[in-house]
């Protein structure tokens, strides 16, 4: 069974940083390409991160560029991104997403709270 | 960037009506559309997949349609498991984007 796993979240200073994790089961997380999606209290879906399944294409929202990196541990099976310079409006769930078909299997999401 | 806009933004209904929901694209994507299903607190599922292909799992009551800049969600008769959040989102160029969501609530 295919599960995501997402942990990292919290509150955080404005300025501050935060690293997520999303830990993968029943597949292997370098074999497919994986992104992260976000949702802001209250509102839609937003794309954040996609990283390719060789490792070798990454893109950024320009929202987040620059500030947020997006890797993964093939020996974890994990996929992380490394949030800095974080503001008020990064406040939102943070999703792991696998894709296939679509976004075919998302993790239960992790709630990140960017306030003073 | 490619704008994903849903129409209507909300809708009530009742168990058993036909329902559809449309997603306009700002330019030509192809088939390269998903939906998308999303229930309070909990993570959206993939719905249909490039425009018209059932997930697996998923009901055969939900559909997909169209292609070029206009799309369609139909669910041909709704059951109470189906008041939700509905979102398309495009994949034919980066950045993906969605569209701002319909919510499908009971009348």
């Known amino acids: 069974e295919v599960q995501l796993v997402e942990s990292g979240g919290g509150l955080v200073q404005p300025g501050g940083s935060l690293r997520l994790s999303c830990a993968a089961s029943g597949f292997t997380i370098s074999s497919y390409e994986m992104n992260w999606v976000r949702q802001a209290p209250g509102k839609g879906l937003e794309w954040v991160s996609y990283i390719s399944s060789s490792g070798t294409t990454i893109y950024y929202a320009d929202f987040v560029k620059g500030r947020f990196t997006i890797s993964r541990d093939k020996a974890k099976n994990s996929l992380y991104l490394q949030m800095n310079s974080l503001r008020a409006d990064d406040t939102a769930v943070y999703y792991c997403?696998?894709?296939?078909?679509?976004?075919?299997?998302w993790g239960q999401g992790t709630l990140v709270t960017v306030s003073s | 960037d490619i704008q994903m806009t849903q129409s209507p933004s909300s809708l009530s209904a009742s168990v058993g009506d036909r329902v559809t929901i449309t997603c306009r694209a700002s330019?030509?994507?192809?088939?390269?559309v998903n939906w998308y299903q999303q229930k309070p607190g909990k993570a959206p599922q993939l719905l249909i997949y490039t425009a018209s292909s059932l997930q697996s799992g998923v009901p055969s009551r939900f559909s997909g349609g169209g292609s070029g800049t206009d799309f369609t969600l139909t669910i041909s008769s709704l059951q109470a498991e189906d008041f939700a959040t509905y979102y398309c989102?495009?994949?034919?160029?980066?950045?993906?984007?969605f569209g701002q969501g319909t919510k499908l609530e009971i009348k």
């Open positions: 997403v696998r894709e296939i078909r679509g976004y075919g299997d």
């Open positions: 330019q030509s994507i192809s088939s390269y």
């Open positions: 989102q495009q994949g034919y160029s980066s950045p993906p984007t």
